[in-house]
């Protein structure tokens, strides 16, 4: 009878551990460690654009190929606008639903509903299923359009004729590396990360138009050469333009939840929180990376990528399975988020946001230390390496501002691609600008570390580049006591305290007298 009775407790936990786990279905790609909980693999298809827009800048550029992915893309959520030659009819059974199998006759073309129509629509919205690569997508000047719905051929939806597109009704459009800025505005306005960044460059595409003017050759990059363009460009859409998106999918999934967005089928609604957490996650790492918690070190291109690179420079590869500490920790923080979306629990993703904006930070500032180091210290530095160390630095000073703006401009005037006197001040100047506000980042000597002479001397840095060491809790007591005690205070302490000085002169000065009083009062004789 007990051992029944221990049974059933433990098939009672099974039963609500399974519930409280997200169901991983084949579908659903696992992303360097990372189990997701819906299908998110045309989301991380978007490293394929960014990868093909490097391909087009190697060698001599192609810039205007390179501008054609970046703008219009090609790899990533491809869908068709299709205006139909005559309204939808039968909506009934569910023949219009969100996800209903659409197929064109006599084409390869095959795709699912991508909103839910009702009758009397007359344009749809296709998600392809089968392969349609247009938009900026030229490789050899050839894009792939064998699975593209086009304007002749009857159409079904769920089974049922809806008819024909209209002459010149068909639009193919994708997710873009450029619409992750362009669209930042109507997306994140509210979203905390989003606006100090916008405060800082005054303008809404901040990314956008850095990316831009290293594609065109503009602005801070006028006049400048290809490799110093090429590094502008290149890592400016990785590290910027889709940087802030992944926080953006991880703040979109806690308002999900907030306002109860559960249901997949709802038009307006961002799919799922669980959804949006797995869409920071492809966006974190795409899917060249493949499954392996150590991803694919000759093919990644985001921003995981850059985070196996760093950790390497900078001896903290220290993480699970060998991971970046970084990295691990921002998929085991993910992974924690997505658990508390399935459960409902919306603001324990609170904090577990905050954490992973401190983490994406690290690369960010390991690049900046990385390439002012090489301009600073090494003679054979090239311009790459001090474009490369303006794209670090752009990336992450708006934080770095918005916890001391003296500090920022100090490292923007020694690091930006168009500084008047790169690194004039000296890298230690700049490593200890950085340094004086980690703590306010969130963050520590030890989670940056220092920059190595080589991988195999984890306890030998370059000169000057030790990693500082963050101060004990006694020392930051002090420090912050009395930091945080202000200057009245201080002076009335100095008034109360001179007040006593004197107070206690006096009564040592009135009991001396009266002593002299007494013994001359004891040495008079009566007569």
Same mark, same amino acid.
């Given at each position: 009878?007990q051992?029944?009775f ?9 039963c ?6 997200p169901?991983v279905r084949?579908?659903d790609p696992?992303?360097v460690?990372y189990?997701s ?12 654009d960014?990868k093909e ?5 190697s060698?001599?550029?192609n810039w205007q190929?390179a501008?054609?992915i970046y703008q219009?893309?090609?790899?990533s959520?491809?869908?068709?606008e299709?205006?139909?030659a005559l309204p939808?009819?039968?909506c009934?059974?569910g ?11 006599g084409?390869?073309a095959t795709?699912t509903?991508?909103y839910?129509a009702?009758?009397?629509?007359s344009?749809i919205?296709?998600?392809?299923t089968?392969?349609c690569?247009?938009?900026g997508?030229?490789?050899?000047g050839?894009?792939i359009?064998s699975?593209?719905?086009t304007?002749?051929?009857?159409m ?5 004729s809806?008819g024909? *597109?209209?002459?010149?009704?068909v ?7 450029q619409g992750?800025s ?5 997306k994140?306005?509210?979203q ?7 405060a800082?460059?005054?303008?809404y595409?901040?990314?956008n138009?850095y990316?831009l003017?290293?594609?065109d050759?503009t ?7 290809d490799?110093?363009?090429i590094?502008?460009?290149?890592k400016?859409t990785?590290?910027?333009?889709v940087?802030?998106?992944?926080i953006h999918?991880i ?7 907030e306002?109860?967005?559960l249901n997949?089928g709802?038009q307006d609604?961002n799919a799922?929180p669980?959804?949006?957490?797995d ?5 974190f790492?795409?899917?060249l990376e ?5 991803g694919?070190p000759?093919t990644g291109?985001l921003?995981?990528?850059l985070?196996e ?9 220290t993480g699970s399975?060998?991971q970046a500490a ?5 998929i085991a923080n993910?992974?924690k988020?997505?658990?508390e979306?399935?459960?409902g629990?919306?603001l324990?993703v609170?904090p577990?946001k ?5 983490l994406?930070?690290?690369p960010l500032?390991?690049?900046s230390l990385r390439?002012?180091w ?11 390496a001090r474009?490369e160390?303006?794209?670090?630095s752009?990336a992450i ?5 918005a916890?001391n *703006?003296d500090?920022a401009?100090?490292?923007s005037?020694?690091?930006k691609?168009?500084?008047a ?7 230690t100047v700049?490593?200890?600008a950085?340094?004086?506000t980690?703590?306010c980042l969130g963050?520590?000597c030890?989670?940056i570390?220092g920059?190595i002479v080589?991988?195999?001397?984890l306890d030998?840095?370059? *000169?000057k580049?030790?990693?500082?060491v963050?101060?004990? *809790? ?12 202000p200057g009245?205070?201080i002076?009335?302490?100095i ?5 006593l000085?004197?107070?206690c002169a006096?009564t040592?000065l009135?009991f001396s007298?009266?002593?002299k ?8 004789v009566?007569?």
């Amino acid at each position: 009878m007990q051992a029944c009775f221990q049974r059933s407790h433990a098939i009672v936990a099974l039963c609500i551990f399974l519930l409280a786990t997200p169901t991983v279905r084949a579908s659903d790609p696992v992303i360097v460690g990372y189990n997701s909980g819906s299908d998110v693999s045309q989301h991380s298809y978007i490293d394929l654009d960014q990868k093909e827009m490097e391909s087009y800048l190697s060698g001599t550029p192609n810039w205007q190929f390179a501008k054609n992915i970046y703008q219009l893309g090609g790899n990533s959520g491809g869908y068709a606008e299709i205006q139909l030659a005559l309204p939808l009819q039968n909506c009934n059974s569910g023949h219009c639903n969100k996800g209903v199998t659409v197929t064109q006759a006599g084409s390869a073309a095959t795709g699912t509903l991508k909103y839910t129509a009702t009758a009397g629509d007359s344009m749809i919205k296709v998600a392809y299923t089968s392969t349609c690569k247009e938009g900026g997508y030229t490789p050899n000047g050839n894009p792939i359009t064998s699975g593209c719905f086009t304007v002749s051929g009857a159409m079904t939806m769920n089974g049922n004729s809806i008819g024909t *597109p209209s002459a010149n009704g068909v639009t193919n459009k994708y997710r873009t590396l450029q619409g992750f800025s362009t669209q930042a505005q109507a997306k994140m306005a509210m979203q905390e990360t989003y606006q100090i960044y916008r405060a800082y460059y005054g303008a809404y595409d901040y990314a956008n138009q850095y990316v831009l003017s290293a594609l065109d050759g503009t602005g801070g990059f006028s006049g400048l050469g290809d490799d110093e363009r090429i590094q502008g460009a290149k890592k400016g859409t990785a590290y910027m333009n889709v940087w802030m998106y992944v926080i953006h999918e991880i703040e979109d999934a806690i308002m999900d939840c907030e306002n109860n967005c559960l249901n997949p089928g709802l038009q307006d609604c961002n799919a799922d929180p669980v959804h949006a957490i797995d869409e920071a996650a492809a966006f974190f790492a795409g899917s060249l990376e493949g499954a392996s918690p150590t991803g694919n070190p000759d093919t990644g291109k985001l921003f995981f990528r850059l985070g196996e690179k760093r950790c390497a420079n900078f001896g903290t590869c220290t993480g699970s399975q060998g991971q970046a500490a970084a990295n691990s920790e921002i998929i085991a923080n993910l992974q924690k988020a997505q658990v508390e979306l399935v459960n409902g629990r919306c603001l324990n993703v609170v904090p577990l946001k905050k954490r992973i904006v401190e983490l994406l930070s690290i690369p960010l500032i390991q690049g900046s230390l990385r390439y002012s180091w090489r301009v600073a210290e090494d003679p054979s530095a090239t311009e790459k390496a001090r474009a490369e160390g303006a794209v670090f630095s752009a990336a992450i000073l708006p934080r770095v501002a918005a916890c001391n *703006p003296d500090k920022a401009k100090l490292i923007s005037d020694s690091m930006k691609i168009d500084a008047a006197n790169p690194m004039g001040l000296g890298f230690t100047v700049v490593k200890e600008a950085f340094e004086s506000t980690y703590e306010c980042l969130g963050i520590t000597c030890e989670d940056i570390g220092g920059l190595i002479v080589s991988a195999t001397t984890l306890d030998e840095y370059k *000169p000057k580049a030790a990693p500082c060491v963050t101060p004990g *809790p006694e020392i930051q007591t002090i420090e912050t006591t009395k930091d945080q005690i202000p200057g009245w205070t201080i002076a009335v302490i100095i008034v109360i305290g001179v007040a006593l000085v004197f107070a206690c002169a006096t009564t040592a000065l009135f009991f001396s007298q009266a002593n002299k009083y007494k013994k001359m009062a004891v040495g008079v004789v009566p007569a």
